[in-house]
Structures are given as structure tokens and as C-alpha cells.
């Protein structure tokens, strides 16, 4: 009788202890319970809500141009008692749509992610270029933000002026990446030149 009892006891602090850690097919004591973004006046509004059973929590909120390469904007702790509360976050709308998520997690690095919310951001009303930093490797990373699809030529310039590349490209409507080789270009300072709305602009990267 008393082995029996012990096995139960045994058995129940188990599952209770198992319980505790998963959370639908997470491995996390936290979960979102409700997530939502809104968009007002050229800004993003986002908000959730979490279960939580552990005393502190970890959260990432990230930001995706396409819904499938995500960064991290904004990452923070907040205790259990925390944790009961909402939470929201505010960021400038981006051009185009753009896709949130929230990673949950405990601090031994474990997370999950339960949902992506999608916003229609602000219009793009021209054709913006901006350089992904730093710039390592052989290869200079841009995100291209186009109002249309006309094509726009770049020119890759060193600091005396001389032009070490001209390419001509084609971005789609939207938010595109565009990968630039310059592996042949020696290390030093250079400028990004395009037009767009029949405005010169430049950017300086180093490499």
C-alpha cells in the first residue's frame, strides 16, 4: 500500500513538473495567450498578453520584410508578477507590409514562437535604398524600398571619385534585398549613388 502511494506521489510530481515546463509543443514555462498590431498615424502598435509559471521571462520582439527572415527589435526580462500584466510595444510604420512576431522564453534560452501578425505600413511614395551594416564579406547588402518597379542605377564610388561599379537594378514593388559583389574593390571608403525622384542621394559605407 505505502508502495503504491509513493508511486503515485512520484508519478504526480512528474507530470505536474512536466506540466510546468510545456506549454502546447513548446518546452517553455511561457506562452502568448493573444498578440495583436495595429497601425495609426505612420505607427505600429503592437500588444499580447502571456501565460507565464516561471519568475522570469525572456521576450524578442521581431520585425520581417517578408514574413520568413525575421530580426530582433527589441528584447527585454519581466518577472513574474510582470508577466500578468500586458505588454505593448511602438515602433515607426515601416514601407510596405510588415510582419510581427514575439518570441517567449526562459532564461536558459529556450523560446518559441506561437504567431505572426501582419501590417500594411506606411506607402512608399519613392524609391529609397539603405545599406544592411556593417559591411563584411564580399558582398555589400542592401534593402531596396521601391514605389514601383522602374529600374535604378547605382554606382559604387571611392573617395577620389573614380567609379568602381555601375549596375542597373530591378527591384520588385515592395521591400527587396539586393546583394552587390565587391570583392574586387579594395578596402576603404566608398558612396552608394542613385537617383530617385529626381534626386541625387548618397550613401557612405566603408568595407
Avoid at 500500500?1 to 509543443?25: H, P
Avoid at 573614380?162 to 530591378?170: A, E, T, Y
Amino acid at each position: 500500500m505505502k508502495k503504491s502511494i509513493v508511486l503515485l506521489l512520484i508519478l504526480f510530481c512528474y507530470q505536474w513538473a512536466a506540466q510546468s515546463q510545456l506549454t502546447g509543443d513548446t518546452l517553455t514555462g511561457v506562452r502568448l495567450s493573444s498578440f495583436h498590431a495595429s497601425k495609426q498615424n505612420n505607427q505600429v502598435f503592437l500588444n499580447w498578453r502571456v501565460a507565464c509559471r516561471l519568475s522570469y521571462a525572456q521576450f524578442e520582439v521581431q520585425r520581417s520584410a517578408n514574413g520568413i527572415d525575421f530580426t530582433t527589435i527589441h528584447s527585454f526580462q519581466a518577472d513574474y508578477l510582470r508577466c500578468q500584466l500586458p505588454f505593448d510595444y511602438t515602433e515607426p510604420a515601416p514601407s510596405g507590409q510588415a510582419f510581427y512576431r514575439i518570441k517567449v522564453g526562459d532564461i536558459d534560452g529556450r523560446f518559441s514562437t506561437e504567431k505572426v501578425v501582419k501590417v500594411s505600413g506606411r506607402q512608399i511614395e519613392e524609391t529609397d535604398i539603405k545599406i544592411i551594416s556593417p559591411v563584411t564579406g564580399n558582398y555589400l547588402q542592401l534593402t531596396v524600398e521601391a514605389a514601383g518597379t522602374n529600374p535604378v542605377s547605382v554606382q559604387l564610388v571611392n573617395s577620389s571619385g573614380v567609379i568602381q561599379q555601375q549596375i542597373s537594378l530591378n527591384p520588385s514593388k515592395g521591400i527587396t534585398r539586393v546583394e552587390i559583389p565587391i570583392w574586387n574593390m579594395p578596402g576603404g571608403t566608398y558612396f552608394l549613388n542613385y537617383q530617385t525622384a529626381g534626386k541625387n542621394k548618397s550613401i557612405q559605407f566603408i568595407k
